[in-house]
């Protein structure tokens, strides 16, 4: 519904307009869904259908970015600032029948329902926000390993949460033995210390104790210690496991890290609109910042990198 609001929109006035005319109407879309288009390259295409009153609002931009999270990976939620003109636009539409999603998503409009009113922004501003949670789905949830967000064991400048290789060993956390309890915590009996030393494998660097640092501990120099075993006597047992085996290579790079954004949700604002109505006679501005909705992405996003050695 056109909902009435208070005095927060003025309407500027095209003919004759007395002193103090004021029109208080918005769109009401609050309690609707936000839904998207799928098939289009640039121009994003996401819009809101109210069944009740057959009516929808529907906001059209265009943007080179991936909005969807690959991004570059960063930590901060993304923000995008768009000015709407011409074909990026907010509309709103009135019918005399059910709309569905065919009618915003189909180059060519279907030919009914009919539209029987209709605003089109002349102008505004738009923010994209996409943001959800970083993980490097290694076992451990993020919160457990690290609840400030910024340890990074290895140094190797990605931090604990979205390093899948912790100790920077070129062993990923995920084989290095960690138990957790039912609450998440990690199991501090169960959870592998090979030397004993206090330090869990999966946070040491040299895992048997043997002074060869793990990620030395890789004869076949394929910067994967977990595939390596010289010992004739064990050769059930990795190298960098077994401290009677302390051959040393040099290695001087990490493997390709890849960690993830789950949940992610795409949050659009608007601010300082303008409409104009079929006829190009009333026009609504709304110069508040308004939540035009959250749209829920259903994949995550993967990102992959090697970080410097
Ligand atoms: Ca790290
Ligand atoms: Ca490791
Ligand atoms: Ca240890
Ligand atoms: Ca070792």
Redesign the pocket.
């Known amino acids: 519904m056109k909902k009435i609001l208070s005095v927060l929109i003025a309407i500027a006035c095209f003919t004759s307009c007395d002193d103090g005319d004021i029109i208080v109407t918005s769109f009401d879309f609050e309690e609707q869904t936000l839904d998207r288009c799928s098939d289009f390259d640039t121009q994003f295409i996401f819009f809101k259908i109210n069944p009740d009153n057959n009516e929808s609002i529907a906001i059209a931009f265009t943007t080179s970015n991936d909005i969807f999270g690959a991004g570059d990976g960063t930590l901060e939620t993304r923000e995008i600032s768009l000015a709407l003109s011409g074909n990026d636009a907010i509309t709103y539409r009135r019918f005399d029948d059910a709309v569905t999603s065919d009618y915003f998503c189909n180059p060519i409009p279907p030919a009914t329902p009919i539209v029987i009113e209709e605003f089109i922004s002349t102008s505004g501003d738009i923010t994209v926000f996409t943001g959800g949670t970083y993980a490097d789905n290694d076992g451990i949830s993020s919160e457990i390993e690290d609840p400030t967000g910024i340890l990074?064991?290895?140094?190797?400048?990605?931090?604990?949460i979205i390093?899948f290789d912790?100790d920077?060993d070129n062993v990923p956390t995920g084989q290095e033995g960690v138990v957790l309890n039912s609450d998440g915590t990690i199991n501090t009996e169960l959870t592998r210390d090979t030397d004993g030393d206090g330090t869990f494998d999966y946070l040491d660097d040299d895992d048997d104790g043997d002074g060869i640092l793990t990620i030395n501990e890789d004869p076949n120099m394929d910067l994967d210690p977990s595939n390596d075993n010289s010992d004739p006597n064990n050769e059930a047992l990795d190298d960098y496991l077994n401290p009677a085996i302390t051959t040393l290579v040099n290695i001087e790079a990490y493997r390709v890290h890849n960690y993830f954004l789950n949940d992610i949700i795409v949050t659009i604002n608007t601010q300082n609109l303008d409409f104009r109505n079929e006829n190009g006679e009333e026009v609504i501005r709304d110069i508040r910042t308004v939540i035009f909705g959250n749209y829920t992405v259903a994949s995550d996003a993967e990102f992959t990198t090697t970080?410097e050695f």
């Not at 290895?154 to 931090?159: A, E, R």
């Open positions: 990074d064991t290895d140094s190797d400048g990605l931090p604990n390093d912790d920077g970080p």
